[in-house]
């Protein structure tokens, strides 16, 4: 509960920043002008709200990085910005806007009341995606140490044989074909310098797992490239997947195992050591 109301107080403080800074949505290009942060309230604020991804593909010139920055977005980038926001925003939260008014004090609370929640509800649900993911990884890593195995600390992949048969690293990284490397959240050595890469996906709803699923397949597919069939591929799912998902992964050739059976991932590893 503490999580919540602290969440909200502070999605209440960047909606209040953010009508601020763009003179309550007359000048949201002075606002990104100001802070390109503030992105991430007025997205909150068009009908439907966009996520990342979807207003980078209704706002080709938008970067995601300047949300996470303080300083202001360029002139031109904030000009699209502006235009695309104008056009999509939802007219029954700012009707003071078609009134060619000031917003009453009515209207500002009920901006605060509806985007501080609808933030602190995706803050909190990322949170807590988080902490399962870190959860499963560790269930993960103290399963092989009461196997015996041993944990390497992390280091760039870069050739076959850099993982040991019965040694794994946490969060370490592939190298690729292309000029970035691909990290992985389990890496484990198996026999014949063949190596398992493990990612851990929670998600939140099917909506979600589509997003979780396509970055599995994504990394697969950079490390097949690199590495052919030396690097096994494999996805521990916890949450609510669409079955279409999990097909998915099958069809790409990626190993699917599920958070609430470990001991199915166990019997399979052992499978895989001579």
Known sequence: MADWHYAVQQARKLVADALRASKYLTDIKGGLRLSGAHNLVYRQLLAPPLS????ALVCPTWKKSSETKP????EPIASSMETVITKRL???LVKWLAGARPPSRRDVITVLRVISTLMAQQ???TARRSRLAAEQEHAVAD??????WTRDP???IDTRAA?????FMHKTRFATNTATSQEVDIACGLSDTYVLAMECKVTNDETNS?????DVIKKAGAWASHWGSFVKSAALLQGVIHPRDVQRLSDAGIHVFWSHDLPEFHKWLSTQLK
């Open 154 to 156: 992390s280091r760039l």
């Open 71 to 74: 300083k202001g977005v360029s």
């Open 143 to 148: 399963l092989l140490l009461a196997d015996g």
């Open 52 to 55: 990342q991804d979807q207003f």
């Open 163 to 167: 993982v040991p048969p019965r040694h």
């Open 123 to 125: 803050k909190i649900s």
């Open 210 to 214: 589509v997003k979780r699923i396509n």
């Open 90 to 92: 939802d007219q029954g």
